[in-house]
Structure formats: structure tokens, C-alpha cells
Nanobody, 127 residues
Framework: DVQLRRLGEGLVQAGGSLRLSCTTS????????MGWFRQAPGKERVLVSA????????YVDDSVQGRFTISRDNAKNTVYLQMNNLKAEDTAVYYC????????????????????WGQGTQVTVSS
């Protein structure tokens, strides 16, 4: 079970910051690759950022490069998405997801590779 928790208000002004966290009670978390996806109204769900199990490899989409940072704490079974300098176009429902079988070329970027999904949290950025 992947639980999604949000730190900070879900409604922020442009230029503000917000941190999302995603945690699980599953003790095999440390072997999972984790991803953060988002889905804006009327658009497809897209990968924002992802991190391999060892934190040695990450992916960050160009649209958030330099503003969003993904990290994980395997001791706490938690992955984070720090979002800074938020823009109106970052408004979306954000989902964390777990790829529990990634062995090579991690983290993967396609949503079908992800096995467990959090319920999603709304992030609204006002301009």
C-alpha cells in the first residue's frame, strides 16, 4: 500500500514551494524505483521525476528541471518531491508510484512500468 502525503498547503502562489511525500509500510521499499507523475485537467498523466532504488540515478523532466528535486529516505520508506518556484502550469494532481521490479535502466519512465500508485494529491498554483 502506497500512501501519499502532502506537506504544506495544496494551494500556493506562483513562486512558492511545496513538498510532497510518499510513504509505504512495505519493507521492500528500498528495492523499488519511485516516480512522481502529474495529470493536469484534460491532459495525460506524465512523469515529472523518478529515482532509482539506490538514489544513484534520477530523472527530471525538462519542464521542472532546476525547480523540482526528488529524493528518498529508505530508512523511512519515503520518497519526496520538493517543488520550488512553482508556476501556474504546475497545477495538477500529483501521484507517486512504485516500480517494484526495475532491475536495469532504472528509473523507468513509462507509467505502465509502475505497479503501485498513490491516490493523488491536488496541487494548485495561483498566478
Amino acid at each position: 500500500d502506497v500512501q501519499l502525503r502532502r506537506l504544506g498547503e495544496g494551494l500556493v502562489q506562483a513562486g512558492g514551494s511545496l513538498r510532497l511525500s510518499c510513504t509505504t509500510s512495505d519493507g521492500t521499499f528500498r528495492s523499488w524505483a519511485m516516480g512522481w507523475f502529474r495529470q493536469a485537467p484534460g491532459k495525460e498523466r506524465v512523469l515529472v521525476s523518478a529515482i532509482a532504488w539506490s538514489s544513484g540515478s534520477t530523472y527530471v523532466d525538462d519542464s521542472v528541471q532546476g525547480r523540482f528535486t526528488i529524493s528518498r529516505d529508505n530508512a523511512k520508506n519515503t520518497v519526496y518531491l520538493q517543488m520550488n518556484n512553482l508556476k501556474a502550469e504546475d497545477t495538477a494532481v500529483y501521484y507517486c508510484a512504485a516500480d517494484i521490479v526495475c532491475v536495469h535502466n532504472c528509473p523507468r519512465r513509462d507509467s505502465p512500468s509502475y505497479d503501485y500508485w498513490g491516490q493523488g494529491t491536488q496541487v494548485t498554483v495561483s498566478s
